[in-house]
């Protein structure tokens, strides 16, 4: 089975700085890997995602992850905070033989004027 | 594009009622996924089905039950309702063929309160 944890509930910054939100999975096959973004009463959207190929993935706003096979990690990144970048953030994990994902607890980032 | 559809976007109910949920997914995506978010928790995963047919199952409580009907769309029906019970329901669709390129699309989610 699949598991990821999220290191840090929340995470805060200045605006302008370096974003970074840890994200570590667990999974006994090659794994596919998402970050989702949720502002408040909305739905999740897709930030980056990997399934094969090259490792380091770019997604929309920015942000950018890379997955790290050795040390099972998927960290996502964003040189520079803005703040409509202020949001929880999700990272998941899925099996690519099983329909099923499994998410993180999730990491509110704050992003300060 | 298409989107995956949840229907209603809010609902209100009593202790001890039913409910339905439903999702339409994107056209060609024959795997749908439900997930429960609580207040300020990360989803949970329910139930989903691949084709018509129950394919995993997360922590879905006995009184609630899903199906995929002949069109694709999957309802959620939950009974006997509980205050616990409150929370954003999302659903997922994707394609097990284009999983790999296009990953999961989530709907904007239902929103239950039981009163």
């Known amino acids: 089975a699949q598991s990821v944890t999220q290191l840090g509930s929340h995470v805060s910054v200045s605006e302008g700085a370096l974003v970074l939100l840890r994200c570590n999975y667990s999974?006994?096959?090659?794994?596919?890997l998402f970050w989702y973004v949720q502002y408040p009463n909305q739905g999740l959207q897709l930030l980056l995602k990997y399934t094969t190929g090259a490792t380091l993935v770019k997604g929309i706003n920015g942000f950018e992850a890379e997955f790290k096979k050795s040390e099972t990690s998927f960290h996502l990144t964003k040189p520079s905070a803005h703040m409509s970048d202020a949001a929880e953030y999700f990272c998941a994990v899925s099996d690519p033989n099983n329909n099923d994902m499994r998410f993180g607890a999730g990491t509110r980032l704050t992003v300060k004027p | 594009a298409a989107g995956v559809i949840q229907s209603p976007r809010h609902l209100i109910k009593e202790k001890r009622e039913t409910a339905t949920l439903k999702c339409y997914p994107i056209?060609?995506?024959?795997?749908v996924y439900w997930y429960q978010q609580g207040p300020g928790q990360d989803p949970q995963f329910l139930i989903s089905?691949?084709?018509?047919?129950?394919?995993d199952k997360g922590s879905i409580p006995d009184r609630f039950s899903a199906q995929q009907f002949s069109d694709y769309h999957s309802e959620l029906n939950m009974s006997s309702l509980e205050l616990g019970d409150s929370a954003l329901y999302f659903c997922a669709s994707s394609s097990v063929r284009q999983r790999r390129l296009y990953g999961y699309t989530f709907g904007s989610g239902t929103r239950l309160t039981v009163v």
């Open positions: 999974s006994s096959v090659p794994p596919y």
């Open positions: 089905f691949y084709e018509k047919m129950q394919s």
């Open positions: 056209p060609r995506h024959d795997t």
